[in-house]
Every structure is written in structure tokens, then in C-alpha cells.
């Protein structure tokens, strides 16, 4: 037995370092451990030896088995970095030039997210931001959405597990959960807690909701939301602001107009509808760009501003919507694919 375990050891270490490929590799290995193996044979013969030789047999067995699995190892390995090496071609001298000298580009929602802060500034809006991660007090308490809303069911947010924890994310209710925050209204509740108005602030930021990713839906994207709180503040100066933004984002010819709708945090609250023709793409006399409002006097009173001295409006929207009509692109997924081709175009 001792001298049949020998040979395979040998046969192993001679045949196991020419192997190339995996398919080769598999094929050795099955040879050797494999159910009809030369080593599965040599251990079924144990049986066979006298009971007195077995504790001796056993453990050079297993040791034999240990040498060829090491074998084993060893080919694999270096089978796997032969796979990687070639995946990833030859080496590259890190102190060449770039072959591509051509200078970088912003994209195209930096882009639109930037001038679309650039216009609001010159109004007096201040930029605000927040945590990705929130609590459900953030993202629907404070804005005055009820625990049975649609909106908050696990099939449209994302939530984490109830063990989950946040250092820099604190819980304003105890029992509360973590989530993905689905819109950017919640910097608007974090911004009135900090302090008393007049507030006026825009919160550009990345939100997440359950989607199917097609190409006008995406489970991750950007929204952009404005928030004005002060004495007397009308539906009136709401409409003049969002005139004066499309006005100067998209052209002279740029129209809008409101139609009533219901969100839980403003009342009144609108649909905004835009009349752009003169843009690329645009056949339509009127597209759906976004919501806004009032503020609800529930929401003043989770942030504890009195509803009968402050009013204020608040209005939020796509970013993706923006450049897709700003620059006539019909697919929201190419924001998102990196591909420079579609990239370098907005230079």
C-alpha cells in the first residue's frame, strides 16, 4: 500500500504542474479523487486490510491525501492567476502619458443641478443639505404622512433592518426605522428645526425608491426642492418664482401653469405643468414637471413654527426630468452607464 501511494504521489507531482486550463485541471483532479479516482480506490481497499494494520494504513492514507491535495492547491492557483493575467493583459508602465490627453467633462446633472442653484441664489436661496440615510420621523412624520400611507410600504421604500444603526443619523423616535430617504423634503424638516425663519434654502440631492428601472423610471435619482418660510408668503410668489426659474433654465418661451393636486405636506397643493415647444423633443403643449404647495400648517406644527404667523411654499422635481428635457435625451438610463460617448458630448 505504502509503495502504491508513493507512485500516485509521484504520478501527481509530475502530471498536476503541466496542467494549463481548468477543464484539464478538473479532468486531472477527477483522476486522482474523483468517485472512480486512484486514490478512492486505494482508500476502499482499507477494508481489506488486517485490523491490526489499519491504524497504520489509515494514517498514510491520509497523509497521501494531504500531499495531493496540496498538489491540487497548488495547480488551481495557478491556474486561477494564468485566468486573471490574461483577463487583464499586459502590464501597464504607470509612467507613460495618458493616452487620452482630452480634458474631462461635468456631467450633464452636475450640470443642470448647478444652474438650477446658480438661478435660486440669485433670489436669496441658500443651499441645504442632508443625510441619504434617514428615520421615518424625517421622511414621513414630520411631513404629515400618515404610518397607513402607500408611500411608506416596503414595496415602494427602502428600509433597513431593524438592527441597523447610524452613528451620525440620529432617531427622534425611539422605535422608529432607518430608510433610504425617498424624496429631499426631509432637509426641509431639518432646516426649520435648526431654527426660526424667514427660511429660504434648495436641497439638490441624490433620493431612492422600489422601481422598476425602465426608461423613464430608475430605483435611484435626483431631485431638487425649495423651501420659502416667512410673513405672508402667497401662492403667488410661488408661481412668480417658478415662472422666473424656467424662464431663465430654458427660455424666454417657457410657460407654466398649475393644476390642483393632493401631497400630505402642502395644502393647497399643485402639479406643475411646462410649456417648452421651442425645446429639442418637445411635442407637446404641456409636460408634468413637478409638485408644489403651501406648506401644510400640520408640518409647521411638527417643527413647532406657528401656522398663524408664518406661511411658506415648497416645491420639488426631477433633475434627471430637467436634463432629459433640456438636452432631448429620451432614455434616463444612459445618466447612469458611464459610457463616454454619451458623456463627452456635454463638454
Known amino acids: 500500500m505504502q509503495d502504491q501511494l508513493s507512485a500516485l504521489l509521484a504520478k501527481a507531482a509530475a502530471e498536476l504542474p503541466a496542467v494549463k486550463t481548468r477543464p484539464e485541471f478538473e479532468a486531472a483532479k477527477a483522476r486522482y479523487v474523483g468517485p472512480h479516482g486512484e486514490l478512492t480506490a486505494l482508500m476502499k481497499q482499507l477494508g481489506t486490510v488486517p485490523k491490526e494494520q489499519r491504524p497504520a494504513v489509515g494514517r498514510l492514507i491520509n497523509e497521501a491525501k494531504g500531499t495531493l491535495q496540496s498538489h491540487l492547491d497548488t495547480a488551481l492557483a495557478r491556474i486561477g492567476e494564468a485566468e486573471l493575467a490574461a483577463q487583464l493583459g499586459p502590464a501597464v508602465d504607470a509612467t507613460l502619458p495618458s493616452p487620452d490627453s482630452g480634458p474631462g467633462t461635468i456631467h450633464p446633472l452636475t450640470q443642470v443641478r448647478e444652474e438650477m442653484c446658480r438661478i435660486l441664489r440669485k ?38 433592518p431593524v438592527s441597523a444603526r447610524f452613528g451620525n443619523v440620529s432617531k427622534k423616535v425611539p422605535e422608529e426605522r432607518y430608510l433610504l430617504r425617498t424624496h429631499t423634503s426631509s432637509v426641509q424638516i431639518r432646516t426649520m428645526l435648526k431654527g426660526p425663519p424667514p427660511i429660504r434654502i434648495v436641497s439638490p440631492g441624490r433620493v431612492y425608491r422600489r422601481d422598476t428601472t425602465d426608461a423613464t423610471h430608475s430605483a435611484n435619482f435626483h431631485q431638487l ?8 408668503v402667497t401662492v403667488r410668489d410661488l408661481k412668480a418664482l417658478l415662472d422666473y426659474i424656467f424662464v431663465a433654465l430654458l427660455g424666454k418661451d417657457t410657460k407654466t ?35 408644489c404647495g403651501m406648506v401644510d400648517p400640520a408640518v409647521f406644527d411638527a417643527v413647532g413654527y406657528d401656522s398663524e404667523v408664518w406661511s411658506g411654499y415648497a416645491f420639488g422635481m426631477g433633475l434627471e426630468r430637467l436634463a432629459m428635457l433640456l438636452y432631448g435625451i429620451d432614455d434616463i438610463r444612459y445618466f447612469y452607464q458611464n459610457d463616454l460617448r454619451f458623456l463627452r458630448q456635454f463638454g
Open 123 to 160: 433670489v436669496g436661496f441658500s443651499i441645504a443639505d442632508g443625510p441619504e440615510v434617514e428615520t421615518e420621523f424625517y421622511c414621513f412624520d414630520a411631513l404629515n404622512t400618515p404610518s397607513d400611507h402607500p408611500a411608506r410600504d416596503e414595496k415602494d421604500t427602502f428600509y433597513f
Open 225 to 232: 426642492e425649495c423651501l420659502y418660510v416667512d410673513r405672508k
Open 257 to 291: 401653469r398649475f393644476r390642483p393636486h393632493y401631497f400630505g405636506y402642502t395644502e393647497p397643493s399643485f402639479e406643475v405643468d411646462l410649456s417648452a415647444k421651442h425645446l429639442p423633443k418637445v411635442r407637446k403643449e404641456w409636460i408634468e414637471i413637478g409638485g
